[in-house]
């Protein structure tokens, strides 16, 4: 089963993103804050991540940049989901090596196509390694 780490300090969509995957398939593990990202990663090895921004304990800017600075996650893909205004976070977030950036709420369909995609890129990317 892939696994997908949701980042999201909304206890409330984080239970709704966790249903939502759980019923197309998916394990899924969550991490509220900032400090807890990279443990959760390097711990569980997930398939995928998603990232909300505004989240405590670090900006998910700076969680991105150290998800992909850090050898053991570099090839982890990262899908932003978040409600901060894309003209402030969405051009940095993919510079920074994000494979899709969604604004909330996001629409379930294009989210989970997306999520599908990129599963099996990572897929690819893991193997080589």
């Known amino acids: 089963m892939k696994k997908i780490l949701i ?3 909304d206890h409330d969509l984080a239970l709704g993103l966790s249903i939502r995957l759980k019923a197309a398939g998916y394990g899924v593990l969550v991490a509220q804050d900032g400090l807890s ?3 959760a990663a390097l711990k569980h090895s997930p398939d995928l991540i998603l990232l909300d921004i505004g989240i ?8 991105l940049d150290r998800l992909k600075h850090n050898v053991n996650t570099a ?3 990262v899908i932003v989901l978040t409600g901060r ?5 969405k051009e940095k977030t993919l510079e920074l090596g994000a494979v899709a950036f969604f604004q909330k709420p996001a629409d379930n369909n294009e989210l989970l196509k997306m999520i599908r995609k990129h599963i099996s890129v990572g897929e690819v990317k893991r193997s080589a390694q």
Request: glycine share 14%; aromatic share 4%.
């Open 7 to 9: 980042v999201e300090d």
């Open 85 to 89: 205004d894309p003209a402030t976070v």
């Open 75 to 77: 090839f982890l893909p």
């Open 56 to 63: 405590p304990g670090g900006d998910g800017v700076v969680v």
């Open 37 to 39: 990202v990279m443990t």
